[in-house]
């Protein structure tokens, strides 16, 4: 079994700055077909209390838990020690289904700490037809009460999770979601599971040094936050697992916050002052 502090992070700064702006990360396809079937047949044997059963196989560890591509990412955002899930609640929908109302699962905070993330795996082909999870990107830093969302219909910006089977997708746990509208009879399992921090964060992924976090042109993904709030949202994050909340601080009191202004002592030539 391998184990979980011997992994590299593999995620730069730029997808660390994604993650934190979009709350979701996909890794399509990346659990061997094999252990897919296995899983599946272990679920459709065993049922309910998986923690006891499958989180204990080291066949389903070292392939899906510590799966390389996962974990690397995992340690990019949880940094070194980060610890392995303990419970492995399946989602099993028996499909066709109406969709599902918008939800942050239980407990959710907001801000801009990332202790821990939550992730859900595939282990069959889930395409629009059986109802994949559908995520809002940028909701994990949108508080709404549970009792408000649920009325909202269609979302513009909100994506559906379809993928091959063995895909994994990383989550921020406050994301906005639920499953969505399937068409097809039959049955869809997803499994759901959180890993956690132990160590404090700090900026230990694969460095860019030339890496502007700074909006952009292509900042303006859809965004269910408004006026460049995601930006700020995503940048605090940024910098909180960088371990430099003083720099965020420092970047937003000063020179660069509101966006759009000239920084002290460089004011343009047609300022005026009142
Ligand atoms: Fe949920």
Request: charged share 20%.
């Amino acid at each position: 079994m391998k184990k979980a502090h011997e992994c590299q992070p593999t995620l730069n700064d730029s997808q660390v700055f994604s993650f934190c702006r979009d709350g979701y990360l996909m890794l399509e396809d990346v659990v061997p077909d094999e252990i897919n079937q296995r899983t599946t047949q272990f679920i459709d044997q065993y049922g309910k209390g998986l923690h006891r059963t499958l989180l204990k196989k080291d066949w389903f560890i070292d392939n899906v838990l510590l799966n390389s591509q996962v974990i690397g990412v995992i340690r990019s955002l949880l940094g070194a020690n980060f610890r392995l899930p303990v419970k492995l609640p399946n989602h099993r929908a028996n499909c066709p289904l109406p969709v599902q109302a918008w939800h942050r699962d239980g407990g959710a905070r907001y801000g801009c700490e990332l202790n821990h993330v939550q992730v859900f795996y595939y282990p069959q082909d889930t395409p629009v037809e059986l109802g994949p999870t559908e995520v809002l990107p940028g909701s994990h830093f949108l508080f709404s009460l549970g009792s408000w969302m649920g009325h909202y219909g269609s979302i513009r910006g909100s994506v559906l999770t379809s993928a091959p089977a063995g895909s994994i997708y990383i989550t921020v746990y406050s994301i906005w979601h639920r499953r969505g509208f399937s068409t097809a009879t039959g049955i869809r399992n997803m499994l759901k599971y959180k890993y956690w921090r132990t160590s404090p964060p700090t900026r230990d992924w694969i460095l860019e040094p030339d890496f502007d976090h700074r909006p952009s042109g292509q900042f303006d993904i859809p965004s269910v936050q408004q006026q460049h709030r995601n930006w700020y949202d995503a940048a605090e994050m940024y910098y909180w697992l960088c371990g430099g909340q003083e720099e965020f601080e420092a970047m937003v009191g000063s020179k660069e916050w509101p966006p759009g202004y000239a920084v002290p002592g460089q004011m343009p030539a047609n300022h005026h002052n009142f």
